[in-house]
């Protein structure tokens, strides 16, 4: 009897400790959808998030389906080191840009082509942390850049900003020929009075002496 009752108790406390357990399922982060020109390069940005410390056992893995169907292509794969890929589309045209310490596992494809077209999938394990989504993008080669929204978005907000300026310009210098013209007729003014104020001297010396002189 008392061996059963311990024999319940240690698996009442097993399955606790494996709710109370952190679950594994690294966490992806990409771009999502990108978009390049014919001939460029583009670098597709991978970063991820692990309860597990990050060691010698973590793997990359990059694959590529093609918009146009078939079968999924390799891209890229690193464990402790980069590998390329020896044959196919990719060959001498990818290289890693990531550093696990930061959990950045990006790589650069050079002269990107239209039939680049595609998803690109970047699958991270980091022992025992092995499950999780993976991250997909989804990027588009075309022949010259769009002129997005957010081009759009930044013109007219350059143009507001050059309206603006222009604004204040005008209003700064209307107000300093305004003050200009203010001066100049405050001294004419000035000068008319004070010739005014010689003429009646003047006068007053004149008629001064003719009272005299009589």
């Keep these: 009897m008392y061996g059963k009752s311990r024999t319940c108790a240690v698996l009442l406390l097993g399955i606790q400790l494996t709710a109370l357990w952190p679950v594994a399922a690294v966490e992806i982060y990409t771009s999502r959808v990108l978009e390049a020109v014919n001939g460029t390069d583009l670098r597709l940005k991978c970063t991820f998030s692990s309860f597990a410390p990050v060691g010698e056992a973590l793997t990359v893995t990059w694959n590529f389906r093609p918009q146009t169907g078939g079968p999924e292509q390799f891209v890229f794969y690193f464990h402790v080191d980069p590998y390329k890929p020896m044959g196919g589309r ?11 310490e930061r959990y950045d596992v990006s790589i650069i494809l050079w002269k990107l082509q239209f039939d680049d077209n595609g998803t690109y999938t970047c699958q ?3 022992p025992p942390d092995v499950d999780g ?10 022949r010259t850049a769009r002129f997005s929204e ?13 309206l603006m300026i222009i604004i204040v310009i005008a209003v700064v210098l209307f107000q300093h020929f305004q003050k200009k013209r203010w001066a100049e007729r405050a001294h004419k003014v000035v000068e008319i009075k004070s010739k005014e104020e010689e003429k009646l001297n003047q006068e007053k010396r004149i008629s001064i002496y003719l009272e005299d002189t009589d």
């Design 150 to 162: 957010v081009h759009f978005l930044a013109l007219i907000i350059g143009s507001a900003s050059a």
């Design 90 to 100: 990719f060959k001498d045209r990818v290289s890693w840009d990531g550093n696990p």
């Design 133 to 142: 989504l993976i991250g997909e993008t989804q990027l588009t080669v075309v």
């Design 124 to 126: 991270v394990k980091n």
